[in-house]
């Protein structure tokens, strides 16, 4: 419209099929830039005879209400199409929308067979791993029990051994106290009359006996003249 103001209702303007000729933002009309709308005021009779003039003496043009119901009908006409178009969308929306909720439904399903199985294999395991603890608590107690089989066998052999030592020192120590009292007794007699009771075999003296070698045959060669000794016992 050329006025100040054009800067600011630009967005009003911007596909108005009545151009600048026809603008109906006139005088008559206040126009707030902070609102989306605008008021149209009744001027006083004056000033209204004034603009009447102004406008007999313009070109012939289309009358307010003409420009005023074709605003309304572009306007209509553009809500309108942004209105199809956004059902459209809304319907491509929604269409999508169904097609991967039910696709979200199949990968759920599918994930959740998944899982079960994923839990009936880890059920298993946890029933088989219990299994396995348990055998092994039973191995761990063979094992105790057969170190602690072995400790007392050693044991036993020990002591087995022990009693046979203590029964052969028990011997020795009876034979040793014989054999006090015998030289004890020994020391109390006489030493013409000593006679040991004892088991050892009497000892022989080794009887010398010299043995003369005797004179050659005739005719038979001389031999050594050389004596033998012969021991006897």
Not at 52 to 67: F, H
Not at 127 to 141: S, V, Y
Not at 142 to 162: M, R, Y
Request: glycine share 4%; charged share 30%; with cysteine.
């Amino acid at each position: 419209c050329g006025k100040p103001c054009a800067d600011q209702c630009a967005s009003k303007c911007e596909g108005c099929p009545l151009g600048a000729a026809g603008c109906v933002l006139t005088e008559d009309v206040i126009f707030f830039p902070a609102s989306p709308e605008f008021i149209v005021t009744e001027k006083p009779k004056s000033k209204q005879k004034r603009a009447d003039r102004k406008k007999a003496g313009r070109r012939a043009g289309p009358t307010r209400r003409e420009m005023e119901l074709a605003i309304e009908n572009a306007r209509l006409e553009a809500t309108l199409e942004a209105t199809e178009s956004a059902f459209e969308m809304y319907g491509e929306f929604f269409e999508a929308k169904q097609e991967s909720t039910e696709s979200l439904a199949e990968m759920q399903i599918q994930v959740l067979g998944e899982r079960m199985e994923m839990l009936e294999e880890l059920a298993e395991l946890k029933a088989e791993n219990a299994t396995r603890a348990a055998q092994l608590e039973m191995l761990e107690g063979i094992v105790e029990l057969q170190s602690e089989n072995a400790t007392l066998a050693a044991q036993l052999e020990l002591l087995e051994k022990h009693a046979a030592l203590a029964s052969e020192m028990a011997k020795l120590q009876a034979r040793n106290e014989q054999l006090t009292q015998q030289l004890e007794a020994i020391q109390r007699q006489p030493s013409s009359n000593v006679q040991l009771s004892t088991h050892a075999e009497p000892v022989l003296k080794p009887e010398r006996i010299e043995l003369k070698a005797k004179p050659p045959a005739v005719g038979k060669p001389v031999g050594k003249p050389a004596s033998k000794i012969e021991t006897r016992y």
